[in-house]
C-alpha cells in the first residue's frame, strides 16, 4: 500500500465520524471519496501555512499555538480578523476570529463530534460512580488499535508521535569530528592572505619566460 493511499484510508474513518456526529447515516463510496479528498486538501493547506509560518517565526517546523493561529487565519478560519498589518497600525490585537472560532468549536453543534472524540463525558447523565478510569481520545485510541509495537518505534518522528532527537554525524578521519565543525569552519573568513608561489619553474621555456630581457 502507497503512503497516500494509507493517509487516505487512516482518514476516511475520522470523516465518517464527523458525517455521523452531523446527521447523516448512509452515503455512497463516490461522495465518501470526495468528502475525504477535500478534508485532505484542506489539511495539507493549513499544514503547509503553519510550517511556513514556523519556518519564518523560529527556524524549525517544531509547531507552537502562534503558528496555527497564523495557519487559520491564512486559510480564513478565523473571520472578523484584522490583518497583522492593520493590528500594528491600531496598535491593538484583534481578537473576534479566535473568540468566535472558540465559540463555534464549543457550541451545541458539535457536542456529537466531541462526545465521539471523548473532549466530554458520553456518561454526564450517569449517576457518580466511584470507578477509576482513563478518558482517552479518539486519536490516541485509534493509535493504539493500529499499532501494536508501541508508540515511540512507529510514530517517532512524525507529528503523531514524538520529535526525534538530533544526533550528531561522526566524520572518521580529518581535523574535524562532526558536520557542525566542519560547516563552522566553512563560514569562517579566511584570514590568511596569499602567499607567494615558490614553485621552481618546470621547463626551460618558463624558465625564459620569467627572466629578465636583458638577461636573454
Known sequence: MSSNALFTSLLR???????????????KSAVLDTVVDLAARYLILLASKAAAHSQG????????????????????????????????????EDMR????FIKWMKGDEHREIRRIASMIDSEAAMPDVDIPT????????????HNKTGESSRFQGTVLGTYSEEKPIRIEGGP????QEWSAMLR?????????????????????MSSPLSDI
Open 97 to 100: 476570529g479566535v473568540e468566535a
Open 57 to 92: 517565526n523560529h527556524n524549525d517546523l517544531i509547531l507552537n499555538i502562534t503558528d496555527v493561529r497564523m495557519a487559520l487565519q491564512d486559510v480564513g478560519a478565523l473571520w472578523p480578523q484584522k490583518s497583522a498589518m492593520e493590528e500594528h497600525i491600531l496598535g491593538e
Open 134 to 145: 482513563e478518558k482517552e481520545d479518539f486519536l490516541t485510541a485509534l493509535k493504539k488499535k
Open 13 to 27: 474513518t475520522p470523516v465518517l465520524h464527523i458525517l455521523r456526529a452531523a446527521g447523516f447515516h448512509t452515503t
Open 188 to 208: 569562517k573568513p579566511s584570514q590568511e592572505g596569499h602567499t607567494p608561489s615558490t614553485a621552481q619553474p618546470s621547463s626551460a621555456l618558463t624558465s625564459a
Open 176 to 179: 574535524f569530528e562532526t558536520i
